[in-house]
Nanobody, 118 residues
Protein backbone atom coordinates (compact mmCIF):
# COMPACT_ATOMS: atom_id res chain seq x y z
CA UNK A 1 0.00 0.00 0.00
CA UNK A 2 1.58 3.25 -1.17
CA UNK A 3 1.02 6.27 1.02
CA UNK A 4 1.99 9.86 0.28
CA UNK A 5 1.68 12.47 3.01
CA UNK A 6 1.83 16.12 1.96
CA UNK A 7 2.72 18.88 4.40
CA UNK A 8 4.08 22.40 4.62
CA UNK A 9 1.23 24.47 3.25
CA UNK A 10 0.02 27.64 4.88
CA UNK A 11 -0.90 31.28 4.39
CA UNK A 12 1.68 33.83 3.26
CA UNK A 13 1.79 37.32 1.84
CA UNK A 14 2.52 38.09 -1.79
CA UNK A 15 6.25 37.51 -2.34
CA UNK A 16 6.58 35.05 0.53
CA UNK A 17 8.01 31.55 0.59
CA UNK A 18 6.89 28.09 1.61
CA UNK A 19 8.47 24.65 1.45
CA UNK A 20 6.20 21.69 0.79
CA UNK A 21 7.20 18.15 1.70
CA UNK A 22 5.85 14.79 0.60
CA UNK A 23 6.80 11.70 2.55
CA UNK A 24 6.29 8.38 0.76
CA UNK A 25 5.99 4.89 2.10
CA UNK A 26 5.09 1.48 0.78
CA UNK A 27 7.06 1.67 -2.46
CA UNK A 28 10.66 2.34 -3.28
CA UNK A 29 10.60 6.04 -4.01
CA UNK A 30 13.97 5.96 -5.69
CA UNK A 31 12.44 3.92 -8.50
CA UNK A 32 9.73 6.46 -9.25
CA UNK A 33 9.37 9.88 -10.77
CA UNK A 34 7.57 12.29 -8.51
CA UNK A 35 5.68 15.48 -9.14
CA UNK A 36 3.62 18.26 -7.64
CA UNK A 37 0.23 19.25 -9.01
CA UNK A 38 -2.16 21.92 -7.81
CA UNK A 39 -5.85 22.66 -8.00
CA UNK A 40 -7.34 26.09 -7.48
CA UNK A 41 -11.03 26.57 -6.66
CA UNK A 42 -13.17 26.04 -9.73
CA UNK A 43 -10.23 24.91 -11.85
CA UNK A 44 -8.84 21.60 -13.01
CA UNK A 45 -5.80 20.06 -11.39
CA UNK A 46 -2.66 21.20 -13.16
CA UNK A 47 0.94 20.07 -13.32
CA UNK A 48 3.46 22.18 -11.40
CA UNK A 49 6.80 20.35 -11.38
CA UNK A 50 8.33 16.90 -11.67
CA UNK A 51 11.61 15.21 -10.89
CA UNK A 52 13.10 12.00 -12.22
CA UNK A 53 13.96 9.07 -10.01
CA UNK A 54 17.62 10.11 -9.91
CA UNK A 55 16.88 13.79 -9.43
CA UNK A 56 18.87 14.55 -12.53
CA UNK A 57 15.93 15.75 -14.58
CA UNK A 58 13.33 18.29 -13.56
CA UNK A 59 10.44 19.97 -15.33
CA UNK A 60 8.30 22.97 -14.45
CA UNK A 61 5.20 24.63 -15.75
CA UNK A 62 6.05 28.01 -17.23
CA UNK A 63 4.27 30.04 -14.57
CA UNK A 64 6.56 28.80 -11.76
CA UNK A 65 9.91 28.65 -13.55
CA UNK A 66 12.55 30.61 -11.67
CA UNK A 67 10.43 30.72 -8.51
CA UNK A 68 9.83 27.08 -7.54
CA UNK A 69 12.39 24.32 -7.09
CA UNK A 70 11.60 20.61 -6.83
CA UNK A 71 14.06 18.29 -5.14
CA UNK A 72 14.13 14.85 -3.57
CA UNK A 73 15.93 12.89 -0.89
CA UNK A 74 15.62 9.21 -1.72
CA UNK A 75 17.23 8.20 1.57
CA UNK A 76 14.31 9.88 3.34
CA UNK A 77 11.70 8.87 0.74
CA UNK A 78 10.75 12.54 0.51
CA UNK A 79 10.21 15.07 -2.26
CA UNK A 80 10.18 18.82 -1.67
CA UNK A 81 8.84 21.88 -3.42
CA UNK A 82 10.54 25.12 -2.45
CA UNK A 83 8.28 28.00 -3.46
CA UNK A 84 9.70 31.51 -3.49
CA UNK A 85 8.18 34.70 -4.78
CA UNK A 86 4.68 33.41 -4.20
CA UNK A 87 1.83 35.19 -5.94
CA UNK A 88 -1.91 35.21 -5.23
CA UNK A 89 -2.44 33.12 -8.37
CA UNK A 90 -0.40 30.34 -6.75
CA UNK A 91 -3.22 29.85 -4.25
CA UNK A 92 -4.38 26.24 -4.53
CA UNK A 93 -4.34 22.84 -2.92
CA UNK A 94 -1.01 21.23 -3.77
CA UNK A 95 -0.75 17.47 -4.24
CA UNK A 96 2.31 15.32 -4.61
CA UNK A 97 2.17 12.33 -6.88
CA UNK A 98 4.31 9.34 -7.71
CA UNK A 99 4.49 7.11 -10.76
CA UNK A 100 3.82 3.40 -10.84
CA UNK A 101 5.86 0.83 -12.72
CA UNK A 102 4.17 1.98 -15.89
CA UNK A 103 5.39 5.56 -15.38
CA UNK A 104 1.91 6.92 -14.82
CA UNK A 105 1.07 9.24 -11.92
CA UNK A 106 -1.36 7.06 -10.02
CA UNK A 107 -0.41 7.64 -6.39
CA UNK A 108 -1.54 10.88 -4.72
CA UNK A 109 -1.09 12.66 -1.44
CA UNK A 110 -4.02 14.14 0.46
CA UNK A 111 -3.11 17.69 -0.52
CA UNK A 112 -1.93 20.73 1.39
CA UNK A 113 -3.48 24.19 1.12
CA UNK A 114 -1.37 27.13 0.00
CA UNK A 115 -2.94 30.57 0.28
CA UNK A 116 -1.18 33.72 -0.92
CA UNK A 117 -2.73 37.06 -0.09
CA UNK A 118 -2.00 40.38 -1.74
Amino acid sequence: QVQLVDSGGGSVQDGGSLRLSCAASGRTVSASSMAWFRQAPGKEREFVASISWSGGSTSYTDSVKGRFTISRDNAKNTVYLQMNGLKPEDTAVYYCSMTNAGARYVYWGQGTQVTVSS
